[in-house]
């Protein structure tokens, strides 16, 4: 997609510092932190929404989860929590149209989320 922010973040257009990053899925710091940690991880892939995965991208799927389970490791709040989080479409918040897993971590999350 050429108009796509998070494309343009994946393939390295829009210089950012990835904190991971594989052959699928990369993944830096959100720009609008909601917690100590915001960490977005995406696939490479332009994938509007969740809606929009097929079957064969299951694995894709997992690479997420995946890579966000990693970097909790990482930055040491894998045993304390952490909260990961897909919008999908307007009336759950998002924004950006290409799918991102949020990685939210360092202070206690509240249940239901607003
Ligand atoms: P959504 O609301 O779609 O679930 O989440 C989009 C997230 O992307 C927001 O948390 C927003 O702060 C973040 N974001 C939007 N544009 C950029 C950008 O250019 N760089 C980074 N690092 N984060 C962005
Ligand atoms: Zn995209």
């Known amino acids: ?3 796509c922010i998070f494309c343009k973040i994946a393939n390295g257009e829009i210089k950012t510092e990835f904190v991971y990053q594989d052959d699928a899925v990369v993944a830096f710091r959100d720009l609008n932190p909601q917690a ?8 490479r892939q332009h ?3 969740t809606n929009d995965f097929q079957p064969e991208q299951a694995a894709l799927i997992g690479k997420l989860v995946l890579a966000a389970a990693r970097i909790a490791k990482q930055l040491g709040v894998a045993e304390d929590g952490y909260r990961t ?8 918040g998002q924004t950006v149209f290409h799918v991102h897993l949020h ?12």
């Open 1 to 3: 997609m050429t108009d």
């Open 36 to 43: 100590p940690h915001h960490i977005l991880c995406i696939p």
């Open 47 to 49: 994938v509007a929404t």
């Open 85 to 92: 989080v897909m919008n999908c479409n307007r009336g759950a």
């Open 103 to 114: 990685l939210l971590a360092g202070r206690q999350m509240h249940w239901p989320p607003g």
